[in-house]
């Protein structure tokens, strides 16, 4: 339980890491 805890936690990190990449880069276009 604690290792598919810590997938969907590591998951839930990078989608928010690359949606907030995402949006810096489109405010430096």
């Not at 290792?3 to 690359?18: A, F, N, P, Q, S």
């Amino acid at each position: 339980m604690d290792e598919e805890y810590d997938v969907i936690v590591l998951g839930t990190g990078l989608k928010e890491c690359i949606l907030s990449g995402l949006l810096s880069v489109d405010r430096l276009k």
